[in-house]
């Protein structure tokens, strides 16, 4: 007799979506789906500030099984990605299933079940429990003093505050990242004046946006093979050229040369010296950007690197005692991407909190679970690849793997099941073995980093998490408990 779990998923955005559909094709039906927010979409629904657009290619940044032939662009814009994941919401009935505004608050498990305790005082058991998050989730503040006192409006750049007139104003973004490098993009023929504040110089990799042909469209309706061609030849070429984030060689040298070639594209020598790192390109998650340096050149656009000092009612004042007058401040400044499923409160066997757990820094088994927490995974754990590549296919390549778990529950083969502290260990030791070869560990900062200072990245290709997730598991390497005869 086959056993049906019940499982609860913890968000609404691209990797909750996928494991809910995915859970759906394998006959799971009793799945759940929390969501703090009011729509689907995660990132892509928080994120609204202009010039927003993806830097995976369009054709990659989709589901194998959803794919979407009406891109209108290489890169899409955020609005369009957004559209497509609300879509695949309605095409797979999945608001039904989803517990919109119900933040998961506390996550217990105990007699082989997972007791969450939701924001609005419910209570719910399941099988299993797995946490789609996302990375880029919770808002980073910088710690600038006198922030609170600025007389203008300031405005999280996943926050943006549309009824803000940008229009001919005086602007400041602060922040480097690929989120300011867009939101310069996207504002500076727009306003009077733009400042972008920046602590350290980033890497650009040069990448126009054509627009599809009026022909795409039809064309990928009608022929789904195309379809599937351009996710496959996107992916092979990012898979190709993502050597160069795991090991020196040629790929490396030549995307290095693009980099430094496109920098060159800066005529005025100081500000060309302002904007060249002190790393190596990728040692950064690589921003990619056709229009920033044409942006930043722009007669109304500044480049301050002077370090901010302070904030006033007026403005920005820098160390060099500059006051710097301005009328709206961006806050480009990221995401606490370490924080995971937190701040809910997770409680595994024994009572071992997720804190307890992880007091030396996020680690897991294969990007997807962690010893003393049985019938829990997450898509996007630590160590995922999660640097130019496509979420939306990691995010495929764990849910197969969860899955796959879930199904041999219901074959009875086990009740709970948590990888060993031996091979959690024992797989971390071989991440740490290999990372010296990656170009994250050449010396910069980065939110890649962890509080060991190394990174909390996969140090092995893409394709390689892709195999080995969806390799038969070691049985040895787990601890499975039956507490009830096998069915």
Known sequence: MTREPAVAVVGAGMSGMCMAIKLLEAGITDVTIYEKSHDVGGTWRDNTYPGLSCDVPSRFYQYTFAANPNWTHLFSPGPEIQKYFSGIADRFDLRSRIRFRTEIVEARFDADRWHLRTSRGTEHVVDFLVSATGILRELRYPKITGLADFGGPTMHSARWDHSVETTGKRVAVIGTGSTGV????????????????????????????PAYTPLAGPLHRRIPLMNRIGYRTHREVIEFFSKALVKPGWHRTVLTKICEANLRSVRDPELRRKLTPDHLPMCRRLIVSGGFYRAIQRENVDLVTEAIDHIEQRGIVTEDGRLHEVDVIVLATGFDAHAYMRPMNLIGRDGITIDDAWEGGPRARLTVAIPGFPNFFMIMGPHSPVGNYSLVAIAETQCKHIVRWIEKWRAGTFDSVAPTP?????????????????????????????????????????DVHRDRLLAPPDLDDYELRTTQPAK
């Open 182 to 209: 867009q939101i310069v993009c996207g504002l500076a023929e727009e306003v009077g004046r733009l400042e972008l504040f920046q602590r350290s110089a980033q890497w650009i990799l040069p990448t126009p946006n």
């Open 422 to 462: 031996e091979a959690t260990a024992g797989f971390n030791a071989e991440m740490r073995a290999a990372l010296p070869n990656t170009v994250w560990a050449t010396g910069c900062t980065s939110w890649y980093l962890g509080k060991d200072g190394l990174p909390e990245l996969w140090p092995w290709a893409p």
